[in-house]
């Protein structure tokens, strides 16, 4: 049974509460499932994601861009703090992982497991970021700062290569855990991880101040090093 059907407007009058909720087009009848630490926050970063085109099912988000905003309604289905376990039951009951019947992309709560975003989504994410420009100061300060590099002297460069040497060398293995939903993913590229968090490669260091607990969160993910050792 539907607790409460929240309207585009009132998203963010909703008092934040922990529960299982659907996005419902009210045209066909076909839902999203999911569930959230904070509905409201939730809600807020779907819409977000459909209005910009990225959202990472695609089945929703083509579903969004045929029928329009107007057509879809926000819905708790259950307030409720045991998020995996009742969202595995409103799958089941709704069976929203079938594609005539809903736009979930997995058919078990909080696994990522075999989903990656589309080669359109990706498309769409990277464009999104281009064609920002950097001011002309900012130019200018980048200009300087690379003429101003010395080159390093083979003597230098050798000392350099000695000292990594017998060194054992890690690949970049990061862990992403979505604040709201708790999905996790990890990643082992830092384009893969560019992407997914949706910033650009000058904030690339954003990344690695989270990992050090110098930030708490990017983009509504908490990151983990497994490189640390």
């Not at 861009?65 to 259950?78: A, D, H, M, P, T």
Request: contains cysteine; proline residues 0%; positive net charge.
């Amino acid at each position: 049974m539907i607790v409460q059907v929240l309207a585009q407007d009132q998203i963010n009058k909703k008092m934040i509460v922990s529960g299982i909720y659907q996005i419902r087009n009210s045209i066909n009848h076909k839902m999203y499932v999911g569930s959230a630490k904070s509905i409201r926050h939730r809600f807020n970063s779907h819409r977000s994601s459909l209005s910009r085109g990225i959202h990472h099912s695609s089945l929703l988000q083509n579903a969004w861009n045929k029928y329009g905003v107007n057509s879809f309604v926000f819905e708790i289905l259950e307030e409720t703090e045991n998020l995996i376990e009742r969202e595995q039951f409103w799958i089941d009951q709704t069976k929203c992982y079938i594609k005539e019947n809903g736009y979930n992309t997995k058919r078990i709560a909080n696994s990522n497991l075999g989903v990656y975003p589309s080669l359109e989504t990706r498309m769409k994410m990277s464009a999104s970021r281009k064609g920002k420009k950097f001011s002309e100061e900012t130019r200018m300060k980048q200009s300087i700062s690379a003429k101003n590099r010395e080159k390093l002297s083979e003597l230098t460069r050798k000392k350099i290569s000695d000292s990594h040497k017998g060194k054992k060398k890690h690949r970049l293995r990061l862990k992403l855990i979505h604040i709201d939903t708790m999905e996790e993913r990890i990643v082992t590229d830092i384009q893969e991880c560019l992407t997914m968090l949706n910033i650009s490669e000058s904030k690339r260091t954003t990344i690695y101040a989270v990992t050090k607990g110098i930030k708490d969160s990017i983009n509504g993910y908490k990151i983990i090093n497994l490189r640390n050792d």
